[in-house]
């Protein structure tokens, strides 16, 4: 049983690392980005899935401190990338319900953009739908004050959750992340791979960037490149890797 003490502890003793999965451009091949990925490595019982202990975290509000270290340590991450020569990629970091409700929000992205010298255009916040349609007209106003600050925003597992599409319109987000379940059974089930092709049109008349998740295969990854699809993040490419890891595949990208 996981208990917030444990979570605590893990967090002062350094027990969390951020892995990071590239996106790249479908034309051109290159990793333009990466989504953070909190891993919780325990002394004793090893790896830890985030699927574990996210929605602990979440129940118990341990996830704003969590949160803003995750943040951090990926802001300092892609900023010492830059510093170190390497090209310049975005860093797209998950961000669960309580920290986008939570107050202060903006001026705590300005003070970790500050701190860590990372220039906004190269910081993501990823929000599930489920998030932003809890409240949809305290989102949009929290959303706008973010965008103001030259970030960008993805709508994350699009899809899965309450979507409205009336409200698709009005929410200011710059890119559409497609639920990974769409994209697992695109090549079996006609229907999904309608939805999906609707899903980008969509998409690309609303001048959204669309990235498609967990793509494994070469037949997903051909599926995408005829649709227009602009970055695909998966297992065909990689799966998320510790920072070392994650540093050579970019020295390698060009
Ligand atoms: O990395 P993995 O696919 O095992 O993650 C499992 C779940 O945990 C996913 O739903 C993912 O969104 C969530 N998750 C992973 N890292 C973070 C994080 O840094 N913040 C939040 N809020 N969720 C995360
Ligand atoms: O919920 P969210 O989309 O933020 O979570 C991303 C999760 O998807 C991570 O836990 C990551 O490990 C996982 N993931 C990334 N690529 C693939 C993939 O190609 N296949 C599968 N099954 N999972 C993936
Ligand atoms: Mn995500
Ligand atoms: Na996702």
Request: charged fraction near 20%; charge should be negative.
């Amino acid at each position: 049983l996981l208990l917030e003490l444990e979570l605590r502890q893990a967090l002062e003793r350094q027990e969390f690392q951020v892995y990071y999965q590239p996106k790249v451009n479908l034309r051109t091949g290159e990793v333009e980005g990466a989504e953070a990925l909190v891993r919780w490595l325990h002394p004793e019982r090893g790896f830890i899935s985030p699927s574990e202990f996210i929605p602990l975290a979440e129940k118990t509000g341990f996830i704003i401190p969590l949160g803003e270290w995750i943040l951090k340590t990926a802001c300092v991450q892609a900023q010492g990338w830059q510093t170190a020569g390497l090209p310049p990629i975005r860093i797209a970091v998950n961000l669960s319900g309580h920290q986008f409700s939570q107050p202060h929000l903006g001026e705590l992205i300005v003070e970790i953009l500050r701190e860590t010298g990372l220039d906004p255009r190269y910081l993501e916040l990823e929000l599930t739908e489920s998030t932003v349609m809890e409240n949809p007209d305290v989102a949009i106003a929290t959303l706008s004050e973010l965008k103001s600050l030259g970030i960008q925003i993805s709508i994350d597992d699009f899809g899965t959750g309450y979507s409205s599409l009336s409200y698709l319109g009005q929410l200011p987000f710059d890119i559409l992340k497609i639920d990974r379940s769409f994209v697992s059974s695109l090549t079996q089930d006609a229907k999904n791979a309608a939805i999906t092709t609707a899903i980008l049109q969509m998409a690309q008349s609303l001048n959204l960037k669309v990235v498609a998740e967990g793509v494994e295969t070469e037949a997903e990854l051909a599926f995408f490149y005829g649709h227009q699809c602009d970055q695909i993040q998966g297992y065909w490419f990689s799966p998320p890797l510790s920072a070392p890891a994650f540093e050579e595949v970019l020295s390698g990208s060009k």
